[in-house]
């Protein structure tokens, strides 16, 4: 297969992402034809330690264009990976890798390392004719469709935010397949925007991630809104959905040091703790993301042991998929679960490795969206080709958050397991 899969031609377009934010795409085609193209995703927020994108700075979009990455994709990215097998994912990633050597992959930008390295995934698929699930998956036979965590509520993070929350997600416990968990979700939402159009605080609209926007609500206002959109709805909360919060401490604090929304008072990683576990006793949450500052280790071990093993406690902020990482939490007992998102790292490879090392010391894996995100279906494929039990696309509003539940639908038609869902014996609750 290396005459046709071998790489030809690399090319690099600055295309736009969900917030009108211009992004790289990058295209590669092999000798026998087949093109395949994929987008960075980018993130809406800066986090230590993940893979920095390329900007140019200077006037245009707010410093955030991004033709410095692209003339990297297209002459030294492009001349590196020229004659290699597209097959050959690993060879590939360690080229990329091996140009740009700096910890964040700053010289080279991590936006035009991952579009290159996913883009080859495609256009491997594309050679084979087969969906790009099968060359993530590497010969080993697709996971079942991952459990969707749909957004309901954006609480935004914003300077003058009264809720201090990235968001509140919908898990469908109950459901028996993924077009039932999309369904419970949507009436759900459905339910959530009558409630928000009655309270008086505004029209509902649509976030940067799909999900509702409940003006000036705070924390413990926007998760009851939840519970009562589940109710209104016609389910159980606990029973048939429960909610996951995303929290991201490490947004609005460090070193043991919280400010919980704009003019509120100062707390300390005793009071989050207690504040949370407060929650787990109120409300139908089963998993909490980033919970505390990403340098919390002990902080976080101590609020997974109170809140006992049926709760999930998911890392991100304070891992970026570094597998030692990984390593370093589980050894502290601080959580349970990897929130991985693709963009945290320049690579497949190094993705890959995160995840499997999560697989390793028994932790669950989520992967998620970005907040800056495309038209493409592939992360759905990505849950699939590497087992992957949760997702988290955003909300269930906007074509690029869409785009992905909706690719979900069509690989029910096509792969082994249908739309079956991971067991229930797979999660904590």
Not at 6 to 35: C, F, M, T, Y
Not at 57 to 68: I, S, T, Y
Not at 229 to 250: N, Y
Request: proline share 5%.
């Amino acid at each position: 297969m290396i005459g046709s899969s071998r790489i030809v031609r690399v090319r690099g377009r600055r295309v736009w992402d969900s917030r009108g934010v211009p992004v790289v795409e990058a295209e590669v085609q092999l000798e026998g034809g087949a093109v395949g193209r994929a987008i960075a995703p980018a993130s809406g927020l800066a986090v230590v330690g993940e893979a920095l994108d390329l900007l140019d700075g200077g006037a245009a979009f707010a410093g955030r264009d991004v033709m410095r990455a692209l003339e990297h994709v297209n002459d030294e990215i492009a001349r590196a990976i020229a004659g290699l097998d597209a097959a050959d994912q690993g060879a590939v990633d360690r080229r990329l890798l091996a140009l740009d050597t700096t910890p964040d992959r700053r010289r080279l930008g991590g936006n035009a390392m991952f579009a290159t390295s996913l883009a080859v995934a495609h256009a491997a698929a594309a050679a084979d004719d087969v969906p790009v699930w099968t060359i993530f998956a590497r010969g080993a036979s697709p996971g079942p469709l991952p459990l969707p965590r749909v957004q309901i509520i954006d609480c935004g993070l914003t300077p003058d935010r009264a809720c201090d929350l990235a968001g509140i997600s919908l898990i469908a416990i109950g459901a028996d397949d993924y077009a039932s968990a999309l369904d419970w979700s949507a009436e759900v939402t459905r339910a959530a925007a009558e409630l928000i159009d009655r309270s008086g605080r505004g029209q509902p609209v649509a976030g940067p991630r799909g999900a509702l926007r409940f003006g000036g609500a705070t924390s413990n206002e926007a998760i009851e809104l939840a519970v009562r959109a589940i109710e209104k709805a016609g389910f159980a909360p606990g029973e048939d959905l429960a909610l996951a919060v995303d929290v991201r401490a490490a947004l609005f604090g460090r070193a043991g040091r919280y400010r919980t929304s704009a003019g509120g008072a100062e707390t300390d990683t005793r009071g989050m703790i207690e504040r949370y576990l407060a929650w787990l006793r109120r409300y139908p949450i089963v998993s909490l993301s980033d919970p505390l500052g990403a340098d919390e280790i002990a902080g976080v071990a101590a609020l997974a042991a109170s809140a006992g093993t049926q709760i999930e406690i998911a890392c991100g902020d304070a891992i970026v998929a570094d597998p030692r990482r990984v390593r370093q939490l589980a050894d502290e007992k601080a959580g349970n679960a990897l929130v991985l998102e693709p963009g945290q790292v320049a690579t497949l490879t190094e993705l890959r490795a995160a995840h499997d090392e999560a697989r390793a010391v028994g932790w669950r894996t989520i992967l998620s969206g970005r907040t800056g995100d495309t038209e493409s279906g592939w992360l759905v494929h990505l849950a699939v080709g590497w087992g992957i039990g949760q997702m988290a696309a955003g909300g269930l509003a906007r074509g690029e958050r869409i785009a992905k539940w909706n690719e979900g639908l069509r690989l029910a038609e096509t792969l082994p397991s249908g739309g079956t869902l991971p067991p229930r014996s797979d999660f904590p609750w």
